[in-house]
């Protein structure tokens, strides 16, 4: 079939690309593994020709695959199989922010970090919060039920969605909540299609909720010996009363590594194991000194190796640095294999020194690289392909990797992804974290949205 035809006798011809370094840079995500193969990109700049695209696809059964920031780690917005990618980076404006009601409405490409200056602009906060926000979409991080940073104080996007609209497959629009932050009339659409990853419809309109912003908070680095002393510092910031913002935790490797290359010093003299990077509300001094204090007696009683507490601004970024830096720093200098697993927060370092165990016997030669949202027991492992070992070879061995540790994942109750989503990257251990009616009821829920099958399809399940 002409797609290119197809599509330009009812969109404009602006918004169809086809160049093969278009079609290799829309065609894929942040996941390495998977190759694009796109057929064509398709960049709609109004909901009516969204509305079109769909109508045109549905009738004529054409795969197609939505696509934000292209951050995504799980291949969700990758067309592997001559899909036409629709992309909706055009359609990026804000279109309001209501102070009164604590609410914005932004197109579905508006990025985070856009999303974050304007209500900043307004006295605003958006709590959502990560490395790739400067790229990645408000739709993108609706259809991952992205995560971040803050979840312990504030929670996934899920928690900041008031409203969507969506085209549904047969290009009808859905306006799903409005601006409303009650409504108890029956089923909640709106929650099924966060996290949907594009397998439901296309996101066009999201109304965000906003907060107040952060009182005044202080930074601290902590050298600790092993993910235990993460739980034990977690325990004693909360027994003193403590809010906690951000509590991150990253090994030695990961410090090393945005040291050598991201242009980063180690705060610390010495070496230690792992590290937790903190933030703590500190809207009065005296809130400040006691935090000092707290840290002075864990290094003190052993709980902590070191510990630094930032004095200026300054040094606040370069702190919240060595843990920003880890994901685009190992994707520069290394081909990783990612996985985003989460268990309940007091089994982390039971579940750590299990899976470091299955690995040690049955992958010794593997390197890792692990840090994470410690706190939501979310932590990210990074599997390095070592030198010398081509791409195929290392991918299909992460396969067996991923079996065996997605089997201590399950035996401690956890998920195999946390939030960066199932995509293709996840898909074959669904199992793992869902049962078989679950998946059967998903499927048809998506075959009731999507009767013809024509929304980012093979993602998920198949
Ligand atoms: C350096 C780095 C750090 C990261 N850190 C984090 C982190 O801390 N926490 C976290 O959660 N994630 C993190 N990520 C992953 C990623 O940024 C998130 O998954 C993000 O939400 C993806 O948004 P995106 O716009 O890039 O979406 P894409 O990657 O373009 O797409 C993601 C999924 O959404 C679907 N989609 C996109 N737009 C639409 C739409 N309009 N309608 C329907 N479906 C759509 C796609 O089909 C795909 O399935 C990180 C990524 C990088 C590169």
Known sequence: MDYQALFSAHIPADSILSRPDDLAFYGKDSAQQFKAAAS??????????????????????IALVPSGGRTGYSGGATAEHGEVI??????????????????????PGVTTEAVRLEAAKHGLFYPVDFASKGSSHIAGNVATNAGGIR???YGNTRDWVLGLKVITAAGEELALNGALYKNATGYDLRNLFIGSEGTLGIITEVTLK??????????????????????????????????VNVIEYFERNALELVVAHAGLLDPFRAAHAAYVLLEVETEFPAQRERFAELMLELVESK?????????????????????????????????PHKNDIAVPVSSLPQFLSAFRECLRANFPNFELIIFGHVGDGNLHVNILKPKGMDEKTFFAAC???????????????????????????????????????EIELMKKIK?????????????IFD
Do not use: W
């Not at 109004?46 to 004529?60: G, P």
């Not at 200026?312 to 994707?331: F, P, V």
């Open 40 to 61: 064509l990109v398709l960049m709609p700049g109004t909901v009516e020709e969204i509305k079109k695209i769909l109508a045109i696809c549905n009738q004529n059964k």
């Open 151 to 153: 979840v312990i104080r």
């Open 447 to 459: 075959r009731l949205f999507d009767p013809n099958g024509i929304l980012n399809p093979g993602k």
């Open 210 to 243: 906003l907060t107040s912003p952060p009182k005044d908070f202080t930074t601290a680095l902590c050298g600790i010996s092993d993910a235990a002393a993460c739980l034990q510092l977690l325990r004693a910031l909360r027994s003193a009363g403590c809010t």
């Open 399 to 437: 396969d067996q990797v991923d079996t065996k540790t997605f089997e201590v994942v399950q035996k401690f109750n956890g998920t195999i992804s946390a939030e960066h989503g199932v995509g293709l990257l996840k898909k074959p251990y669904l199992h793992f974290t869902r049962s078989a009616q």
């Open 303 to 335: 709980v902590l190796a070191d510990a630094v507490v930032a004095e200026s601004q300054k040094q606040q970024q370069n702190l919240m640095a060595l843990r920003e830096r880890i994901s685009e720093t190992i994707g520069r200098q290394h081909v």
């Open 86 to 107: 629709i992309s909706l980076a055009r359609l990026h404006k804000i279109k309001s922010v209501d102070v009164s009601d604590r609410t914005m409405v932004c197109e």
